[in-house]
Structure formats: C-alpha cells, structure tokens
C-alpha cells in the first residue's frame, strides 16, 4: 500500500508585493476613512494615530466631536488586537475631551 502525504499550501492567486501592505496604502486616506476600514490592520494603525492624536490635542480641539460617533464602532471592532488598540484611544478620549462630550457620548459607547 502506498501511503500519500498531502501537503497543504496555501497560494494567493493575487499575490502581493512587498510595497503593497494595506497599511501602507491606506496611509494615504483620511484618518476618519482609516478609523472605519474593512482591514483590521488598516484599523488597528489609525486607533495608534487616533489615541496619539488624543494625548496631545487641548480639550478645546475639533478632534473630539468629529471622532466622537465613531467610539461605539471602534469599541465593537470584530478583531480582537484593533478593539484593544481602539479601547486606549477610547479611554484616552474619555480622560481628556470636554467632560459634556464625553457625558454626551458614553451612553451609546457603554451599549456597546
């Protein structure tokens, strides 16, 4: 009896180069657009930029409302590794936006 060995192999028909990591090509839309993708890597480095960006804005920055209806998304992300990137961006976001926004917005983001 011949015994086979069936080695598995998984081959993109569409293989990608080197140059063409998601990340990188979506480095070039708007963070919101970035914040929202369907990559969760894609995702995941705009939560990074995302809590940056909240550690340094002033409480009066225009940063917080734009992002503020999308906490709820960010807090529900379906990967696992983005939703804990997107968490500290959200706490960051509760520690340092106008106290009447974050008390605006935690209703919906604790439902999610």
Known sequence: MVESVITTCTVSLYPMAEDEDP??????????????????KVR?????????KFNTA?????????????????????????????L????????RAPPNLVRKVAPEAAKA
């Open 23 to 40: 990340v990188a090509l979506a480095a070039k839309l708007p963070l919101p657009d970035r914040v929202t993708h369907k990559v969760w």
């Open 44 to 52: 995941e480095a705009a939560y990074h930029e995302l809590a940056d």
């Open 58 to 86: 002033d409480e009066e920055s225009k940063l917080y409302p734009d992002f503020a209806p999308l906490l709820p998304k960010i807090i529900r992300d379906a990967n696992a590794a983005a939703q804990l990137v997107g």
């Open 88 to 95: 500290e961006a959200v706490v960051i976001f509760a520690d």
